[in-house]
């Protein structure tokens, strides 16, 4: 029993050993945290008035020389070493009106009253913000209390003369806007936002009104600086969005809504046209990519595939037309690029790069007529275009140089070939396309346009002298080589291949 009893008090000294040390290290783990937490209170908040007193003149000194974010420190700092100090407050709230930050502003304005509830210049910065962010009742409470200490002050009697006409205004747009009336709407909102330059809703109103009114672009313009009048103004960044894609412009729509997803990536209306305008966008900058590369057939099927995931807003469609169209003119494939360009051309009469392609496809099918329709046209539109310029001179070239006739080859024979080969060639030719061997109107027109054709080079290359001007590249038929003038066809030189000559032709009456 004694050996027992005696084995059991050694553990309890060494227990009761350990337990003063643990409470020791905890006792002096505790000091050193109060003693650096000390520490640590005492370096922010236990700044002397000398400290204090220099960050707010360095403050003043920034300001004044226009270094705003440097200014702004020293005043975090003034503030952070006396709370209690209404002044500072009030030059924060100066520095963060310099930045454009007026609703950073506000809450130290009110600190600055809360402070001093007479301090005047504050309340009526304070109301002067409110009223230009179409705050009018708290405004209004301002401007009074301003008054009730100062009834003379000027300037708080014309800002309630404002906050007074401003509500007015306010009402008068918003019953507008209530009968559907948006023209009257936004000439009533430009004024209620001449005085609240700051108020989103009246932004967004009217940003709506010219969205009615078929005014997209000037919805941008109100909407735009109103997603920065809202703390978290995801529906305007979606709005901007839309709007910037059913314009076409892809790339401001798609830089719209990743801002609305940054500000909730969860946000479904977001993100579900943000996968859209993504898909479309990469589309459109892959097609164009590949017309850089002149990999025209691949940008070709990368536009039908734009049209196939955008077939609703009419931009994307005829952009695609356009570009098909451009780049079929590439590919030398003119038929296709005619009725390509025409249809892009009916959706967008006035698009200068459509009526250009055009004409150019019509050079490939040698219509020489019709591209110098389509350049002119386009010049119509754009006179200073040098590109359209140069294009119209050669399509002129090209249809002039077209219309000198190849009298050799009108009659098939090589340019040695003798007057018994010409006539030979040229009776044969003759007999196969006499008018009399055609029934319709138009096959007879056409049948009598080769057989003038292939009379004159008869004509021709049976003259000498006229022969001798083919030779030399001049054509003796050309009008503009002919003396004189007149109304009506003549035959070169008293000819004429419907009468006299050895070979006769009767035309018989239908």
Not at 52 to 69: P, T
């Amino acid at each position: 029993m004694h050996k027992s009893v005696h084995k059991s008090t050694v553990p309890d000294s060494y227990t009761l050993f350990i337990v003063k040390f643990l409470l020791f290290k905890c006792f002096f783990f505790i000091l050193c945290n109060v003693q650096v937490t000390c520490l640590f209170i005492s370096g922010v908040l236990g700044a002397t008035p000398v400290e204090i007193e220099h960050h707010l003149e360095m403050g003043r000194k920034l300001l004044a020389a226009g270094q705003l974010a440097e200014a702004l420190s020293h005043y975090h700092s003034a503030v952070e070493g006396d709370s209690k100090n209404y002044l500072t407050y009030y030059k924060r709230a100066a520095v963060f009106l310099a930045m454009g930050k007026s609703k950073s502003a506000l809450p130290d304005l009110s600190q600055a009253i809360q402070l001093k509830p007479d301090f005047l210049a504050a309340r009526l910065q304070r109301g002067n913000i409110l009223l230009k962010q179409g705050n009018t009742e708290e405004a209004r409470e301002d401007f009074l209390a301003v008054l009730n200490r100062s009834p003379d002050h000027e300037e708080a009697h014309d800002q309630l003369h404002k906050a007074d006409d401003l509500e007015l205004l306010q009402e008068e747009a918003h019953e507008a806007h209530h009968r559907g009336d948006y023209f009257t709407t936004v000439q009533v909102l430009e004024k209620v936002i001449e005085l609240s330059p700051w108020d989103p809703e009246s932004r967004e109103l009217r940003a709506e009104c010219y969205i009615r009114l078929g005014d997209p672009r000037k919805a941008i313009m109100d909407l735009t600086p109103a997603t920065r009048l809202r703390a978290d103004n995801r529906a305007a960044f979606l709005k901007l969005s839309q709007l910037h894609y059913s314009l076409g412009d892809h790339h401001d729509s798609l830089s719209q809504v990743r801002e609305c997803l940054k500000l909730d990536q969860d946000d479904k209306e977001c993100f579900v046209h943000y996968k859209q305008v993504k898909k479309l966008s990469k589309q459109l900058d892959s097609a164009e990519e590949l017309i850089l590369e002149q990999r025209y057939q691949e940008a070709t099927e990368k536009y039908e595939s734009v049209m196939r995931t955008e077939p609703n807003v009419a931009f994307y469609t005829n952009k695609a037309k356009e570009r098909i169209c451009f780049c079929l003119v590439k590919m030398k494939s003119a038929e296709e690029a005619v009725d390509i360009c025409s249809e892009a051309h009916q959706r967008e009469p006035q698009n200068i790069h459509i009526l250009r392609d055009r004409a150019e496809a019509y050079i490939l099918q040698q219509e020489y007529e019709k591209a110098v329709e389509d350049y002119q046209e386009a010049r119509e539109f754009d006179q200073e275009n040098q590109e359209l310029r140069e294009g119209l001179e050669r399509a002129q070239k090209l249809l002039k140089q077209s219309r000198k006739r190849d009298y050799y080859k009108i009659l098939g024979v090589s340019r040695s070939a003798n007057k018994q080969e010409i006539i030979k060639a040229y009776r044969k030719l003759a007999q196969q396309w006499h008018p009399d061997n055609f029934q319709s109107e138009a096959d007879k027109k056409e049948a009598e346009k080769k057989f003038i054709d292939i009379a004159s080079a008869k004509e021709v290359l049976t003259n000498p002298e006229m022969r001798q001007k083919v030779d030399s590249g001049e054509d003796p038929l050309d009008p503009e080589n002919q003396q004189g003038g007149g109304g009506g066809r003549e035959w070169p030189f008293g000819f004429n291949p419907f009468e006299g000559g050895n070979f006769h032709f009767k035309f018989h009456q239908h």
